[in-house]
């Protein structure tokens, strides 16, 4: 399968995680969508990793490691924002990030 | 005897140390006695001076005492000139200064302890400035006096320094001075650039050897006007004149030393000693001779209608300053330091006897309170009597002979001028003899408690008027015209002074047929005067009629003061608080605090964009990303 | 080595101070003023005797091709000796008064002293740098701790507005650096650099902002009356006695010899700001009513004199400039005393309130009136050797420029009169009359002023001697 498809596809995720994280005020569906910006960029650094390690360069596959990395910190950002998330709502019963903004003050 | 010259000026600065340090530990006899006995020594060393100098063919010597300032090729030592013209001027100085310095141990005895010693420091300080100056060997040296004397002056003008308008006229006359000053400090810095000396013997040996180049003549000319421009200030000219009459806040003995017999001739002193330089600027010369003519008949003008006794005095002094002036600027340098030798006798001995009827009067100086003083004060009455007609010119006394020389070179000069000085002469001899006669003879005005009080002066102030009546009655015989038929002495004793000059100088003499109608002429004219003025005022009664017209100008003294007030005073206050509160405040300063200001507003612009909203921080960085990506793509 | 030691000495006594308590800063401050006045004049009679031996040079930050490098020659010699006359001056006035938190005041004082000593003797662009900022940090917390009602904002405008000449300068020497063939920051590389004219242009202003905001001249002037104005008055002598002296040094230790051709081409308009300055300083001091103010302002009138003598560069304004750098400053510290003196007995500083001070405390009076005398350059004080001098040589320059400058000699009499007039004169009010007269250490601290006063009025010559070397020098590359 030609790298393009990958691409488009890394885009499409991308972009649907940007616009969440944008437009949307549920904590916990903006954390996905973070999630998916990640994910995005992983499918792309496997890709990229597949494509050079099949035009012949050995060391290609090495792109892979941060792929583990990226998935092993968005593990542990998960487990720390998820369980700010619940705090949160034990204390205001929302998750909605618009009345966060209190923290500024 | 010449190498010790250093003495003459160093004495009174040990007297002014003396009394200085010590006003809280001296008596007022021990301060008197310091404080006039320094300048006693200082005159005998003076004469002792003098008879060496008079020696025919005494060429000048300078006495160097050490380096003032070497700063590559200008060398300017502390050294001093002793040659004809201040071997004559230390002892003007010396004498005139020490008669006055015995006169004050009286005048001044109502004085505190501390004031009596202040007084004594700050007058032996002035005579050791002054002496500087006569003595100096070149021009800053000259200048350090110039302005040391100016100190003295505004010093001892406001003596009483509580009275606040005694400070201000102090102040005045030492901003006056200070204008002059600048000019005075230019002229020797344009010496400085031209001959890169200030010695008198190298300026004027360059000036004379220049002097047959016209090339030069301009810058000669700058030179000699700006040297006369701190004439100006020091002595009392045009526009220069107005401080000296206010000076006469201070106590009368220091106007008859200050303010009429020493300092304000120094301009003199300098026009003459720098002659070669006036002779080789004609049109200079001109200025200097018009300036003076024109400050003599306005200040004698002035002095016609003034009540103050010491006022008519002042403006009297600055009319004879007129015509000095007048004599230097018609070429006749040996004829205006003659007057300021007479002058210098018979105005000490006026301001002194004027000292001596308001010591009498209790502080009144207006002449309308006084009148009829002849009887209780005969000596004081006599002297003054001869002070005014000396400075008349009454045919026989010093102020004749000096003046009449004037007048006659002024004749050769220019007719027009002639008239016009003979015209300023003759207001000298009303003026002087309406204060005479309003003074003098007549009934007495003042209260009952004054004329109770009335007395004739101690000693000490009735014996320098003695001495001084004398010296303005021979002072002139050292100056006889040479159509009595003998030399003119003083003449020939300044000839080497001159000498540089002469050769610039055409020499044509009058006639001693016109000499004789001349002295006649001025002789008859004076005395009608004389006797206008006794018709007049002998039996003079306070009218207390307010003047009109022409008399009212002269009263309010033509309304300079108030014209210098609104064209230069006001102006440079309106100035100075136009840079205060527009251009530094509102300008240059908000400027300065714009910028800060500036800063801050633009943070505080900057910082709303930190707004905390996480979205927004990702929507600028979406943002940011795309534009990246449209540059990376475009370029 | 003197040299290291006259650094050396404030700095380490400096540091030692902030330890100390009760009256141990005000002993330690005074020793160590005592002990540098004692070293400068060893360094001025081996100066005499031997000039170059007081170069002193080691590996400083060899990867920068910076070195230690301080050297004193008669310029150096003479404003150290400047230096350790304030500083004792100051601490011998203030001897009888106690500061808040005593240690850090005399700490940061003695500090400063290094500072102004490092900046005169560097012979090292950065090090000169380094020693400016030493110099002005201290005296930006001393103002910022024991000043005036308003010192908040004033000494931030102070510390902002020196401190942006400072960067400049900074971004000035480092171009220099780049320029150097053996990229070294020394003074002896600098001098020789011959860059071109455009670059000396640009770079001149650079420099000169810096120098110029420092003395200061208009138009860079605004915020010096009130700092002085603010200050505790031992640093406003400081300040204005040997700081400002930083900026005329620089001009004349780097700047001339660095970029002379940037320094020809804009002489012109330097010295017409400088006179401007002159004017409309003394102007401004003629309607003040606050008596530090009043100074601050005739200080500014008479920088703009020396700023303007150094431009018209020749031998007589050269000499005139740096002899006038020390009188200038013993002179205005005279001055600051006296208002130190006057303000401490009453607590007022306006004009209007003082008055008759001449009839309660006599002594005063007499030596505030001598002080005044030589800040107007009376003959046979020393202001008038350093006035007459750079007068004559900014007519030789230029005789119309000279002749508006010259105008200041008589404003300078005005305002001085007035304030004479004002402060001594006239009849004692209620306040006033309480005035009492001079105490030892303070009549001790006057005396010596006005016996540097009149010595060097009268005998100006060691003085002109000890500076000559530096004026030959300059004249020379120039």
Not at chain 3, 22 to 34: D, E, Q, T, Y
Not at chain 3, 55 to 72: E, M
Not at chain 3, 320 to 344: A, C, D, P, Y
Request: aromatic share 12%; net charge neutral; charged share 10%.
């Amino acid at each position: 399968m030609p790298v393009q498809y990958y691409i488009f596809l890394s885009i499409a995720l991308f972009c649907i995680g940007i616009m969440g994280v944008l437009m949307r005020r549920n904590a916990i569906i903006i954390f996905m969508c973070i999630e998916l910006l990640l994910n995005a960029v992983n499918l792309l650094l496997v890709a990229f990793s597949k494509m050079w390690a099949d035009a012949g360069r050995i060391d290609a596959a090495a792109a892979q490691i941060f792929v583990f990395f990226i998935m092993v910190v968005a593990a542990a950002e998960v487990a720390v924002g998820l369980a700010i998330i619940v705090m949160v709502y034990r204390n205001t019963h929302s998750v909605d990030i618009n009345i966060l903004n209190r923290l500024k003050n | 005897m010449i190498n010790l010259v250093w003495l003459v000026p160093v004495l009174p600065l040990l007297g002014f140390l003396i009394n200085g340090l010590g006003r809280r530990y001296l008596s007022k006899s021990q301060v008197g006695v310091v404080g006039s006995g320094v300048i006693l020594a200082a005159f005998v060393i003076s004469v002792m001076i003098f008879l060496e100098v008079r020696q025919p063919g005494f060429s000048g010597q300078v006495v160097t005492l050490f380096d003032f300032i070497n700063v590559g090729r200008l060398q300017i030592p502390f050294a001093f000139q002793v040659d004809q013209l201040s071997a004559l001027f230390l002892l003007i100085i010396t004498g005139v200064g020490s008669l006055i310095h015995i006169y004050s141990t009286s005048y001044m005895h109502d004085e505190s302890n501390e004031g009596f010693a202040r007084y004594f420091a700050y007058l032996n300080l002035f005579v050791f400035s002054m002496l500087l100056l006569v003595l100096g060997a070149n021009y800053v040296l000259m200048f350090i006096g110039w302005e040391g004397v100016g100190l003295c002056s505004y010093l001892l003008i406001g003596f009483w320094f509580k009275n606040a308008s005694y400070n201000k006229a102090a102040k005045k006359a030492f901003v006056m001075n200070r204008i002059g000053d600048l000019g005075f400090l230019l002229g020797i810095f344009g010496m400085i650039a031209m001959f890169s000396s200030v010695t008198f013997s190298e300026v004027f040996s360059k000036t004379a050897a220049l002097g047959a180049h016209s090339n030069y003549s301009s810058q000669i000319a700058i030179i000699a006007m700006l040297l006369f421009i701190g004439a100006m200030g020091k002595s009392a000219q045009i526009p220069l004149y107005t401080w000296l009459p206010d000076a006469m806040a201070g106590p009368t003995p220091v106007s008859a030393l200050i303010h009429a017999a020493t300092m304000v001739t120094a301009g003199i002193y300098m026009v003459a000693r720098s002659n070669v330089l006036y002779t080789l600027a004609p049109q200079i010369q001109t200025v200097v001779a018009v300036i003076g003519l024109a400050t003599a008949l306005l200040a004698a003008s002035i002095a016609l209608v003034q009540n103050d006794i010491k006022k008519v005095l002042a403006y009297s002094t600055v009319s004879q300053l007129g015509y000095m002036f007048l004599a230097l600027g018609v070429g006749a340098y040996t004829a205006a330091v003659f007057h300021v030798m007479t002058h210098a006798f018979f105005k000490a001995l006026l301001f002194l006897g004027s000292g001596s009827v308001i010591h009498a009067m209790g502080g009144e100086q207006d002449i309308r309170k006084m009148g009829g003083l002849k009887k209780f004060m005969p000596t004081t009455n006599w002297t003054f009597l001869v002070g005014c007609l000396a400075i008349a010119g009454i045919p026989g006394l010093s102020g004749f002979f000096s003046k009449d020389e004037i007048l006659a070179h002024t004749f050769e000069h220019n007719k027009i001028m002639y008239v016009l000085a003979l015209a300023g002469a003759l207001m000298t001899a009303f003026y002087m003899f309406r204060l005479y006669y309003i003074t003098f003879t007549g009934s007495f005005r003042g209260t009952h408690e004054q004329e109770h009080h009335l007395h004739e002066s101690p000693v000490a102030i009735t014996l320098p008027l003695v001495i001084l009546a004398i010296l303005s009655i021979v002072g002139g015989y050292i100056g006889l015209p040479e159509v009595f038929g003998v030399k003119h002495w003083l003449a020939e004793y300044l000839s080497p002074i001159f000498a540089p000059s002469a050769p610039f100088i055409e020499a044509h003499h009058l006639e001693h047929s016109m000499e004789w109608l001349l002295m006649g002429l001025s002789s008859v004219l004076v005395i009608i005067f004389i006797f206008i003025a006794r018709s007049k005022y002998v039996k003079y009664a306070d009218t207390g009629r307010e003047n009109t017209g022409l008399a009212k100008v002269l009263e309010n003294k033509w309304y300079v003061d108030e014209l210098y007030d609104a064209v230069i005073v006001k102006p440079l206050g309106m100035l100075s608080r136009f840079f205060q509160d527009a251009l530094e405040k509102a300008g240059i300063d908000r400027l300065v605090n714009g910028v800060g200001r500036s800063i801050t507003w633009g943070s505080q612009q900057a910082r709303r964009l930190q707004n905390g909203q996480v979205g927004f921080y990702v929507f600028a960085m979406v943002i940011g990303i795309i534009v990246l990506f449209v540059i990376g793509l475009l370029l | 080595m003197l040299t290291v030691l006259l650094i050396l000495i404030p700095l380490v006594t400096g540091l030692l101070t902030f330890g100390l308590k009760g009256s141990g800063p005000k002993v330690l401050g005074l020793i160590s003023s005592l002990a540098s006045l004692a070293v400068v004049l060893g360094a001025l009679f081996q100066f005499r005797a031997a000039p170059d031996t007081l170069h002193f040079a080691v590996n400083w930050i060899p990867q920068l091709g910076s070195q230690f490098n301080v050297g004193l020659d008669g310029m150096g010699v003479m404003l150290c000796l400047l230096t350790a006359i304030a500083f004792l001056l100051v601490f011998i006035t203030i001897f009888n008064r106690t500061y808040e938190n005593q240690s850090s005041f005399y700490g940061l004082m003695l500090l400063s002293q290094a500072g102004l000593v490092g900046v005169f003797t560097a012979y090292d662009a950065l090090l000169f740098y380094v020693f400016w900022e030493l110099a002005l940090i201290p005296v930006y917390f001393l103002c910022s701790m024991w000043g005036g009602e308003k010192r908040v904002p004033v000494t931030f405008k102070f510390f902002v507005y020196t401190f942006a000449g400072s960067l400049l300068m900074l971004v000035g020497i480092i171009y220099l650096y780049l320029q150097s063939p053996d990229k070294s920051f020394s003074y002896a590389t600098f001098t020789s650099l011959n860059l071109p004219v455009k670059e000396q242009s640009w770079l001149f202003w650079l420099l000169f902002v810096a120098f110029a905001i420092k003395m200061p001249i208009f138009p860079f002037h605004t915020w010096q009356p009130d700092t002085y104005e603010q200050s505790p008055t031992p640093v406003t002598m400081i300040l204005s006695g040997v700081m400002v002296k930083m900026g005329l040094f620089g001009v004349i230790r780097w700047l001339l010899p660095v970029l002379p051709q940037g320094a020809f081409m804009w002489a012109d308009v330097v010295m017409v700001l400088s006179v401007i300055g002159i004017i409309y300083a003394s102007c401004i001091a003629i309607v003040q009513t606050d008596f530090k103010r009043l100074i601050a302002y005739s200080s500014i009138a008479h920088i703009g004199l020396m700023c303007a003598a150094i431009f018209a560069n020749n031998e007589q304004s050269l000499q005139g400039i740096q002899v006038q750098m020390f009188n200038h400053g013993i002179n205005i510290i005279g001055l600051w005393i006296v208002v130190e003196i006057i303000q401490s007995r009453l607590n007022v500083k306006n004009l209007d309130e003082l008055g008759g001070i001449a009839q309660v405390a006599p002594r005063l009076s007499i030596f505030l009136v001598i002080i005044s005398l030589a800040n107007i350059a009376l003959p046979l004080t020393n202001g008038f050797v350093g006035e007459f001098l750079m007068f004559s040589g900014l007519f030789q320059y230029n005789m119309w420029l000279m002749g508006v400058a010259g105008l200041g000699i008589i404003l300078a009499a005005v305002y001085t009169l007035n304030m004479l007039q004002k402060v001594i004169f006239g009849e004692s009010n209620a306040l006033t009359a309480t005035t009492t007269d001079l105490q030892n250490s303070e009549l001790l601290a006057l005396s010596l002023i006005v016996g540097v006063i009149l010595v060097l009025g009268v005998y100006p010559k060691p003085m002109l001697d000890l500076v000559s070397s530096t004026t030959e020098l300059v004249n020379k590359v120039f």
